[in-house]
């Protein structure tokens, strides 16, 4: 069972990117997602999740406004377009998911249930914005 992100790298103060999150080994759409990030000497932070059928989205008030969730379930894959980047946003940014965490738990609270239960984290990947 993993979770695998890929898009990121470095990009310019203003700029935009788009990091995608891709589930082997279980069936991804069953289940709602959530991308978090951690900053050099900073607490994770959970930014954006979305319930298994995309129809509900929560985001932090630091990212609202600017990004945005999406799945494919078809493509067992759970994307996060962010836009008006600036060097705040420069962190380490996972996907995961929590296999006891079902849609109809899914609520504003979502980030802090995480492990809960069975927790199930992609490796993390870079994303710099440079001024």
């Known amino acids: 069972l993993q979770l695998q992100e890929s898009g990121g790298g470095l990009v310019q103060f203003g700029g935009s990117r788009r990091l995608s999150c891709v589930a082997s080994g279980f069936t991804l759409g069953r289940y709602p997602v959530g991308w978090f990030r951690q900053a050099p000497g900073k607490e994770r932070e959970g930014v954006a999740c979305?319930?298994?059928?995309?129809?509900?989205?929560y985001y932090s008030d630091s990212v609202k406004g600017r990004f945005a969730i999406s799945r494919d379930n078809g493509a067992d894959t759970v994307y996060l377009q962010m836009d008006s980047l600036n060097t705040e946003d420069t962190a380490v940014y996972s996907c995961?998911?929590?296999?006891?965490?079902?849609?109809?738990?899914?609520?504003?609270?979502?980030?802090?249930?995480?492990?809960?239960?069975?927790?199930?984290w992609g490796q993390g990947i870079l994303v710099t914005v440079s001024s």
């Open positions: 979305i319930s298994s059928s995309g129809d509900r989205t």
């Open positions: 995961a998911v929590d296999l006891g965490l079902i849609d109809r738990m899914f609520n504003s609270s979502w980030f802090s249930m995480v492990g809960k239960y069975v927790a199930i």
